[in-house]
């Protein structure tokens, strides 16, 4: 038997407050339930339900009277675009462990104000509504790289070829090293290289700009990082590049007892750690441009000086935790995100000395200033680019010695 209109819409308000009040499992329930009496459509009922009590018109021919909908869903989604652009761009997974850690950061640094509801809120919400409200925000914004790595064979065959199992990768001070090449797509002449250093337990990462990938800069540069790490050096992977594969970095690590391996040949996959952090630090960073002046080179290393703070105490990363092949499908599961800055105070390897240097030094630091103070220094970088003549490189002889020189066109 139909009801009436007036009987259905007795029913609609009868149901509406238990309907919006319920979990996701009891609220299919009550649908299944409310249609089988009313006789709506899936979609109505579900329409009618959670705006039963203001107008809303669906169409030409049929207007609701439904509740009046509030716009705090309109500005929680303001928040978290702002969150997100602080926190550089980040997924909802990594975006949502951090927000209880970066709520009080900002707000220490009043950065960051909203009333009481609506910082629950911010917290309650899950990593799937994040993404969701911040969807279309991301259409908005939507860059490839090549090898310049020359293998190093004089050395090679010392240097053993890692494999994980020798390897304690759930302890803090193994790390992987890789160069990221700045020619801007002319891999020739001299041009500033990025030395990117990421530890595996901690995926905490430091980076350094060079001249070029001679081995003195990379050997210099990478005694600087190591200075700079919050617990000791243990071992170092690299590629099989010659700017690593030297007797220089071979007798430092044999003087200095750290573990020294290298990946295989054309096996990206060996250096997954520090490959992603090419990408997702320096290249999210810096971008793609030529850079090869000395200039340049002092305007990149006073961005990575910052970057290494926001990075490494704001960045939120996942680590795999487990992969399962169920017939063409591979699940991964990962971790909870966490910062690199978390990890390392959960190392039970790192002193409690060091950890309270972090803590003392994380108190200082406001994510939404240093943020700024990026977005500054790129658009300084990008200027440097913009600004410099188009070259193209033309080879010349000198003393029966091919090299390279920039000259500028005519």
Not at 237 to 258: A, M, P, R
Not at 275 to 297: H, I, P
Request: one cysteine or more; aromatic letters at 10%; proline letters at 3%.
């Amino acid at each position: 038997m139909r009801l009436t209109m007036k009987a259905r819409q007795e029913v609609t308000k009868a149901t509406a407050g238990q309907y919006r009040g319920a979990s996701k499992k009891e609220k299919g329930k009550i649908l299944d339930q409310f249609i089988a009496t009313t006789g709506y459509s899936r979609w109505y009922a579900r329409l009618v339900l959670r705006h039963e009590g203001r107008r809303l018109q669906t169409d030409k021919q049929t207007i609701v009277v439904v509740e009046r909908k509030s716009s705090t869903k309109r500005k929680r989604a303001r928040y978290y675009v702002r969150l997100w652009r602080i926190m550089d761009y980040i997924c909802g997974k990594r975006l949502q462990p951090s927000l209880p850690e970066l709520l009080p950061a900002l707000e220490r640094h009043n950065d960051f104000r909203c009333d009481r509801e609506t910082r629950t809120k911010l917290l309650r919400i899950s990593a799937a509504s994040i993404d969701r409200l911040l969807r279309t925000e991301r259409r908005k914004y939507e860059l490839r790289g090549r090898t310049g790595t020359k293998p190093g064979t004089l050395l090679k065959k010392q240097i053993p070829i890692r494999t994980f199992a020798e390897w304690d990768e759930q302890r803090p001070g193994f790390v992987e090293i890789d160069l990221v090449a700045h020619d801007g797509g002319l891999a020739a002449g001299d041009y500033c290289q990025t030395l990117d250093l990421t530890d595996i337990a901690t995926t905490w990462t430091e980076t350094l700009a060079v001249r070029n990938k001679a081995q003195a800069w990379v050997f210099a540069a990478l005694k600087e990082m190591r200075q700079k790490l919050p617990f000791s050096l243990l071992g170092i992977d690299s590629d099989n590049g010659s700017e690593f594969i030297n007797k220089y970095l071979v007798e430092y690590c044999q003087k200095q007892k750290l573990s020294f391996t290298r990946s295989r040949p054309y096996r990206k996959n060996d250096n997954c750690f520090v490959e992603q952090k090419n990408y997702s630090v320096v290249r999210r960073a810096v971008g793609y441009a030529r850079y090869d002046t000395e200039a340049q080179l002092h305007l990149l290393n006073e961005l990575y000086a910052t970057l290494r703070l926001y990075s490494n105490f704001f960045q939120p990363t996942m680590k795999l935790k487990s992969k399962e092949r169920v017939g063409s499908k591979v699940i991964k599961r990962y971790d909870r995100a966490q910062t690199p800055y978390q990890r390392v105070l959960a190392a039970a390897q790192v002193s409690e000395a060091e950890k309270q240097r972090l803590r003392a030094k994380y108190k200082t630091l406001n994510p939404a200033a240093l943020k700024r103070k990026l977005m500054r220094l790129q658009e300084r970088l990008m200027k440097s680019t913009a600004s410099k003549k188009a070259v193209r490189v033309r080879p010349r002889q000198c003393n029966n010695h091919r090299y390279f020189t920039d000259q500028p066109e005519n």
